[in-house]
């Protein structure tokens, strides 16, 4: 059978089901995986300039890198993939996204539950009085500041985001866990499953037998456990397995 009618007959099913992405699904958005060629970290060792630590000593380092991943992710657009997923919330199907990403194109898509495992940075915090801030008043203390500092405290203002070293959200995580095991059916998108903790987390649909979908370009350590497992761009692939979904869909 058609891998692609395998997926849709399993969706069809489905109603509490639950979608695990990561770098790949936003790849084609036009931001690059930080690891692969042409990635951030072959430009900035991730031990100087995204590694909590080396936040507090050279928060500079930190903002210079960010400047150029903020160009990137303000330019992006969510391609198909995304659109798709937030199709699929509007069918009544897809209850949760669960993302490595922090990039915002879910929310920007239309999804209405995502759980940010790395968290966002369309949000920052002084690291003194916990003050919060959103992006746009951050970007603008640094047009007069390279490192923007509190306007209460003159602490060290973070983006919301889960740095090397750092700990992530535990209460994301643990929301992200209830959800998996809930889940009649998840869906990986453009994940390695290799970046750890968060990786960790699918491998409760193998415990809980829950069936699995995996859409990335390269094999991943869960595809055995798969249902159906198809290989190439989240964007190409699982708009055709939306589009399956109708009766009438012409499987190619």
Known sequence: MNLYKQAADLIKKKSNIVAFTGAGISVESGIPDFRSSGGLWER???????????????????????SELSEMVL???????????????SMGKLTTVITQNIDFLH????????????????????????????????????ETAHVPRCTVCDGLI?????????????????????????????????????????AALPSVVSFANTPLIIINEEPTSMDNYANVVIQGKAGEIFPRIINALNENSNFN
């Open 75 to 89: 330019t992006a657009e969510p391609n198909p993939a995304h659109l798709a997923l937030a199709t699929l919330e």
């Open 158 to 198: 973070k983006p919301n985001v889960v740095l090397f070293s750092e700990l992530p959200p535990v209460d994301v995580f643990e929301e992200a866990r209830r959800a998996l095991l809930k889940a009649d059916l998840v869906i990986i998108i453009g994940s390695s499953l290799s970046v750890y903790p968060a």
């Open 107 to 142: 929310q920007r898509a239309g999804s209405s539950r995502v759980l940010e495992l790395h968290g966002t940075g369309e949000t920052a915090s002084c690291l003194s009085c916990e003050k919060q801030y959103d992006r746009v008043t951050v970007e603008k203390i640094r």
């Open 44 to 66: 900035f060792d991730p031990n100087e300039y995204a590694e909590y630590s080396a936040f507090l000593k050279w928060p500079e380092k930190f903002w210079t890198m960010h």
